[in-house]
């Protein structure tokens, strides 16, 4: 089964940092594109951050100069690493990819991981 394995969400004053992990497991071939989305209670899941096969990468406007994306392919892992959190970031991160595998092309989710900026 193919699927999307996310860690590392938690609670963490302003100004903290955490690293959130995605690691895709079963027959994968390639990932093509892997980011994460976060929503909010009441509002819309948005876009964070994603890294393409190439390795060009996307932020939003929100988190720039803050967030950094990273791989490890032999690992089919991501890391999304968030630092000079604010309490604005706090929502649950979803893990999404796009991946080929021996089955055919997939997108997947990850379960969610809740992040909480406060102090």
């Known amino acids: 089964q193919v699927q999307l394995m996310e860690s590392g969400g938690g609670l963490v004053q302003p100004g903290g940092s955490l690293r959130l992990s995605c690691a895709a497991a079963g027959n994968i071939v390639t990932i093509y594109r892997m980011g994460w989305y976060r929503q909010a209670p009441g509002k819309q899941r948005d876009l964070v951050a994603h890294m393409l096969r190439d390795g060009s990468t996307y932020f939003a406007d929100s988190v720039k100069g803050r967030f950094t994306i990273s791989r490890e392919n032999a690992e089919n892992t991501g890391y999304l690493q968030m630092n000079n959190l604010k309490p604005e970031d706090s929502a649950v991160y979803y893990c999404?990819?796009?991946?080929?595998?021996?089955?055919?092309?997939?997108?997947?989710w990850g379960q969610g991981t809740l992040v909480t900026v406060s102090s």
């Open positions: 999404n990819a796009q991946v080929g595998a021996t089955s055919g092309n997939l997108e997947l």
